[in-house]
């Protein structure tokens, strides 16, 4: 089983950046797609974007412009580059692997938020 660990949130101003990364131990992330949900108080969680084995990317509409997802398979890590934040973007944000018909269980996630 994947176990993946989420790092890199923290408190920024609106307008600000982070970069979360997403890692795992013991399992070759490359051949997995990869993803980032996000879920914030009293909401469901809530899909952010995905990376395939190739490269290819998809984003929600809420993110499109202003986050990006890569993927370092030499450092078996996902990051998550978010770039002009807003309020709403706060949330814990959490990493995922799928594979054929296996999905990586949820991590503790990390927790962004975006406040003045």
């Known amino acids: 089983q994947v176990q993946l660990v989420e790092s890199g949130g923290g408190l920024v101003q609106p307008g600000g950046s982070l970069r979360l990364s997403c890692a795992a131990a013991g399992s070759i992330l490359s051949s997995y797609v990869m993803g980032w949900y996000r879920q914030a108080p009293g909401n469901e969680r809530e899909w952010v974007a995905v990376i395939t084995t190739v490269g290819s990317t998809d984003y929600a509409d809420s993110v499109k412009g202003r986050f990006t997802i890569s993927r370092d398979n030499a450092k078996n890590t996902v990051y998550l580059q978010m770039n002009s934040l807003k309020p709403e973007d706060t949330a814990v944000y959490y990493c995922?692997?799928?594979?054929?018909?296996?999905?990586?269980?949820w991590g503790q996630g990390t927790q962004v938020t975006v406040s003045s």
């Open positions: 995922y692997a799928v594979r054929s018909s296996y999905r990586s269980p």
